[in-house]
C-alpha cells in the first residue's frame, strides 16, 4: 500500500449494542464504501454512535475523530438503511466537513440485500435525494447477500 487514510465511523444509536463487525470485514475486504481505498491502507480512529435524534454525539464524535487524525468520517450504512433512514444525513454531513474540514461519506458496508428488497419494495430510496446516499453501499446482489 502507498498510503494510510485514518477514519472514523458514527453509527446510528438504534444500533448502539452493533460491534461493528459488517463496517469492519467492509473495511478490511475493502467493499461498499470502502471500495475507494484501493491504494491505501485504512487506520479506524473513532467509532461511535450519533446519540439518538437528533444526533447530539456528532458534534464531539466528529471533533474527537480528527483530533485522533481521522481525515474523512464515514456515516454508517445503518443510518440509510434503519426504519426509517436516518432524516438527519445530509444536515451531519455538512455540519462535520464545515466544521471540521474533513470529507464525510454516507455508507460502510454494503447494503445487506434484505435490506435493499425491503427498501425497493416501500420505495424509500425512489427520492432523488437518496441515490446519491445510497451508492457507495448498493453493490452488486452477490455481494449484498454476503452482508444478510
Not at 4 to 26: E, F, M
Not at 72 to 86: D, F, K, Q, R, S
Request: with cysteine; hydrophobic share 35%.
Amino acid at each position: 500500500m502507498h498510503s494510510k487514510t485514518k477514519i472514523g465511523i458514527i453509527i446510528c444509536d438504534r444500533y448502539r449494542s452493533c460491534a461493528g463487525g459488517k463496517c469492519l470485514r467492509a473495511m478490511r475486504n475493502k467493499e461498499g464504501a470502502f471500495s475507494v481505498y484501493t491504494n491505501t491502507d485504512v487506520e479506524l480512529v473513532g467509532f461511535t454512535t450519533c446519540n439518538g435524534c437528533p444526533g447530539g454525539n456528532v458534534e464531539y464524535a466528529g471533533e474527537e475523530m480528527v483530533k485522533n487524525g481521522a481525515e474523512v468520517i464515514h456515516l454508517a450504512t445503518g443510518m440509510v438503511v434503519g426504519y426509517p433512514p436516518c432524516p438527519y444525513i445530509e444536515t451531519f454531513r455538512a455540519f462535520i466537513e464545515m466544521q471540521f474540514g474533513v470529507k464525510v461519506v454516507v455508507g460502510t458496508h454494503p447494503i445487506p440485500a434484505n435490506y435493499y428488497e425491503n427498501h425497493m419494495c416501500l420505495g424509500t430510496w425512489n427520492n432523488p435525494v437518496w441515490k446519491p446516499l445510497i451508492a457507495s453501499t448498493v453493490c452488486d446482489e452477490a455481494t449484498r447477500a454476503l452482508y444478510d
